[in-house]
């Protein structure tokens, strides 16, 4: 049987390209699940994989697309039937393994989620990597013991996947949000998605550099990184929580000790590949009855595979906002 996929390759001179071929079944990796996919999603991290920066290919040629969602084709594994609907998120799928910008994927059954049978294989890559990645940071400030009554929750890189839908689901569990963002074109969309203030990148980030700063937020998911972690953690309260998500800022991290002792912050990695299965299940769960697709609807672009490679260049360029969803078979 055969398939399509959008194929990357690399070139004896270094260059990498991409284009859509049939694929033979052969082909596929190792795995106990073969999956029809429905719909997959385009995030920041796929676009470093589709032009080949940040070395997370090391094999060519490769099926890029570190989330998608479809139905079982065939299972080796007992607790996945022909038909059931899935859902996969991280596990270096798209990566180190073929992922989900092809009409089918082979992938091992305990990378996979069963799909709560409230949501669409396409509601799932509204939701994808990005919005899973919310709700775990989201989980983890309150099992530090962040309330809606702490106080403000800042959510930096707010107009990107993980972050306006972070926005989106504190408005809904009623925490008041400020929305850091460095695109002034973008406060509407994150008011009408909930945040109460916008924050300018600039701005927060030209502020003098103090050891600790006026205690602004109680807490804060951030997918920035590099500097604007480093100018955050100096404006949380006491006994306040940093779910920290991204790097697209640097690695480095410019700060100090005071605010760790002096306010007891905590600052919280949030790794959304390699969750346990049962905190990947509660987060879908809890998204299923959360999340408001109605509210979310204009942040969402629909592309086939030809349109990816120029969509992934857009947003490594920071010129996409919100949320896209790549159909395989469109």
């Known amino acids: 049987m055969s398939f399509r996929a959008l194929l990357t390759e690399k070139a004896d001179d270094g260059s990498i390209s991409s284009s859509v071929q049939a694929?033979?079944?052969a082909r596929l990796p190792e795995g106990d699940v073969t999956v029809d996919i429905e719909w997959a999603g385009l995030n920041y991290k796929d676009g470093l994989c589709l032009t080949g920066q940040g070395g997370l290919?090391?094999?060519?040629?490769?099926?890029?697309?570190?989330?998608f969602a479809g139905k079982v084709r065939d299972s080796q594994d007992y607790r996945y039937r022909v038909g059931d609907a899935v859902v996969l998120t991280g596990w270096r799928v798209g990566e180190?393994?073929?992922?989900?910008?092809?009409e089918r994927a082979r992938v091992k059954a305990d990378w996979?989620?069963?799909l709560p049978g409230t949501l669409t294989t396409r509601d799932a890559m509204v939701i994808g990597t990005a919005g899973l990645t919310a709700m775990l940071a989201?989980?983890?400030?309150?099992?530090?013991?962040?309330t809606p009554a702490s106080g403000e929750i800042l959510v930096t890189g707010a107009a990107g996947g993980v972050g306006s839908i972070a926005v989106a689901l504190l408005k809904r569990l009623g925490y008041t949000v400020a929305a850091l963002s460095g695109r002034p074109e973008h406060a509407d969309m994150l008011t009408a998605l909930g945040a109460a203030?916008?924050?300018d990148r600039?701005?927060?980030?030209?502020q003098p550099d103090k050891p600790l700063e006026s205690a602004r937020f109680a807490a804060a998911i951030d997918?920035?990184?590099?500097?604007?972690?480093g100018k955050l953690l100096r404006q949380i309260a006491y006994g306040g929580v940093v779910a920290s998500l991204g790097n697209a800022g640097g690695i480095g991290l410019n700060t100090n000790v005071l605010p760790f002792i002096l306010r007891g912050v905590t600052l919280a990695g949030i790794d959304s590949v390699m969750q346990p299965f049962d905190a990947r299940m509660a987060a879908w769960s809890r998204l299923a009855g959360l999340f408001d697709f109605n509210a979310y609807a204009e942040n969402v672009a629909e592309i086939g595979l030809e349109g990816l490679p120029e969509k992934a260049e857009q947003i490594l360029r920071g010129q996409v906002r919100g949320r896209v969803l790549v159909r395989p078979a469109g």
């Open 112 to 114: 996979l989620v069963p």
């Open 96 to 102: 180190t393994h073929w992922g989900g910008y092809a």
């Open 202 to 206: 600039a701005e927060f980030l030209g």
């Open 23 to 25: 694929l033979d079944d």
């Open 138 to 146: 989201i989980n983890r400030l309150e099992a530090e013991g962040i």
């Open 197 to 199: 203030s916008v924050v």
């Open 223 to 229: 997918s920035a990184g590099g500097d604007v972690l």
């Open 57 to 67: 290919v090391r094999n060519y040629p490769h099926v890029a697309g570190i989330d």
